[in-house]
């Protein structure tokens, strides 16, 4: 993968709305040159990963890393690199759990899921790949440091596992039709969701200097109650919008009798749980100054998102 050809961009350079196409038309650009060309066989796996890693989005993940990385004065080819691979973990999870034996989900970000739009045997090889493809990423870029190296490959891959993602969409399956408590609720999205977002910020920091020991307990603070705050938002989403605005089914969470925070306190509570959980997003930030103004920015747009 080429070494992006940018200039890093700093919280005084652009607006935010600016910043954020700006990063997120760098990551779409270097996924494309990372993804395997759809001509080289086995073609069709390849045109089926090039079709779940390049299917837009709103890339919130790589954002934050970029953002984080703003903290450290991390260089925009690692931020490139780690954005990089979060996303394709991203993506292999999303694949993964729209298949049938999942969630059985026929639309994803507007379009068909991978496994409607080929097969399952292929959607599920396609996430394996892309998975796959996310670690040769991370292992094979120089981040001056070997030993830093492998913290990065070993936080990414806890936050894919069942100690990660994977497990909490175990539990996600396990609840469908049964009521859970807010600290099982909270158990669960921390692994599903929040473990990613986590990964993305403590990952986007590590491509720079080191922070102090109290930085990375607050950088690590913020990134949980962010990742908590963007489930938070996308269970409001999922009852408020509609199929169109989401690029996904809507209200298939509450049709499947699934667990979320609506279903568990109403949808104003919920609404004020996320104003709560914004405030402590932020409260974490404040060790930083004005180098955090972008993951500040950010937070407010996880919060105030509409899709």
């Known amino acids: ?156 891959a806890r936050a894919s596992g069942s100690l990660g993602m994977a497990g909490g969409q175990a539990i996600d399956l396990e609840a469908v039709g049964r009521s859970l408590e807010q600290p099982e609720l909270e158990l669960m999205h921390a692994l599903k969701t929040g473990a990613l977002i986590r990964a993305a910020a403590l990952l986007g920091a590590l491509c720079g200097s080191a922070l102090s020991a109290s930085e990375s307990t607050s950088l690590d603070r913020f990134a ?13 989403l999922d009852c408020t919008a509609n199929t169109a605005t989401l690029g996904k089914t809507a209200g298939k969470d509450a049709a499947a009798e699934k667990p979320t925070y609506v279903s568990l306190m109403g949808l104003e509570r919920a609404r004020e749980f996320a104003a709560d959980l914004r405030s402590q997003a932020l409260a974490a930030l404040t060790v930083f100054g004005g180098r955090g103004q972008r993951l500040l920015e950010l937070t407010d747009f996880i919060t105030e998102r509409k899709f």
């Not at 652009?14 to 494309?32: C, G, I, N």
Request: net charge negative.
């Open 1 to 156: 993968m080429s070494a992006a050809k940018v200039v890093s961009v700093t919280p005084a350079d652009l607006a935010f709305p600016d910043w954020m196409h700006t990063v997120q038309s760098q990551v779409e650009a270097a996924l494309a040159r990372c993804l395997p060309p759809g001509e080289a066989l086995p073609g069709r796996l390849h045109q089926a990963m090039r079709y779940a890693g390049l299917n837009g989005g709103k890339r919130v993940r790589p954002l934050l890393a970029f953002a984080a990385g703003e903290l450290t004065a991390a260089t925009p080819q690692r931020l490139e690199i780690v954005a990089c691979a979060i996303e394709l973990i991203h993506s292999y999870s999303l694949v993964h759990d729209d298949l049938p034996s999942m969630d059985n989900d026929v639309l994803r970000r507007g379009r068909p899921t991978c496994h409607v739009e080929f097969d399952e045997a292929t959607a599920l090889l396609v996430g394996d790949s892309l998975q796959s493809l996310a670690f040769e990423l991370l292992a094979r870029e120089d981040f001056g440091d070997p030993r830093r190296q492998l913290e990065m490959l070993r936080l990414l």
């Open 224 to 236: 949980k109650r962010a990742g908590l705050l963007f489930q938070v938002v996308d269970d409001i």
